[in-house]
Every structure is written in C-alpha cells, then in structure tokens.
C-alpha cells in the first residue's frame, strides 16, 4: 500500500512539473495514431483471416502480431487493392513460445486495405495471437 501511495503522489508531482495538461495531451495524440488490436483464436491446422479495412486512409503504417504459443506459426502480410489480394511478407515462426512479427505496411495512396493471416501448424494445441496496427508519424 506504501507503494501505491508513493507512486501516484510521484505521478501526480510529475505532471504538475511537465506542465498540468502536457502529458495528457502527448497520450491522447499518441492514442490518435493508434488503429487496431484483435485478438484471434486459431485452431490447430486452421488459419485465421483479420481483415482491416482502411477507405481512404493514407499513410504508413506497422502491424506487430505477438504469440505466447506453440508453434510453428506462419504470419502473413495481405495487400488488398480492389478484389486483388497480393502478398506483401510471409514469416514462420518455430520457437516454443514468444512469436513476434513486426512489419510496415505502406499506404501512400490510400487505395489499398490490409489483412492479416496466421497460419497454426501444430497439431493438438490452439493459438492465441494478438494483432496490433500502428499509423506511423508521416515521414
């Protein structure tokens, strides 16, 4: 409980030195930028589809999927521009727990939508795989 106390009275002194409301406002902008999280269930053998759908939406972006489970997982970047699907990245993962894939997703015309895939190779147990999309400050 002293713990407690003495970690909310330093926040609460810090953001009285950054400036009262600074600190809030950095958060809320960070907030802006952010777009997506899901969270997805895959079967064993199964693959699961996120799509993300972005009208209009110019910009650069950075999908990050993390995974605690057993793999191999296969990650997979989509690009969809109409009813055309290209595939931007593929990756697969083999470690026995602790799966990251990160990468960017450029959007400079805005015409193009994403999805996401993840493949579960391992026979008997499920994965969870939690998505993130991140717009990037423009460059």
Sequence with gaps: ???????????????????GNAGLLQAI?????????RDAN????????????MPDRKGFFEVTMVSDSVGPLTFRIVRVRGEVENIQV?????SVG??????RFDNASGQDDLIVEVSNSNP????????????????
């Design 124 to 139: 008997a147990i499920l994965a969870k795989v939690s998505v993130f999309v991140v717009e990037l400050p423009d460059r």
């Design 29 to 37: 902008q960070f907030d802006e930028e952010y777009l997506y999280n």
């Design 98 to 103: 602790s799966h990251m894939f990160q990468t």
């Design 42 to 53: 895959v079967p064993p053998f199964q693959k699961s589809r996120e799509f993300f759908d």
């Design 90 to 94: 593929q990756r697969r993962s083999y």
């Design 1 to 19: 409980m002293n713990i407690f106390i003495r970690s909310v009275f330093l926040s609460v002194c810090l953001i009285v030195l950054i400036g």
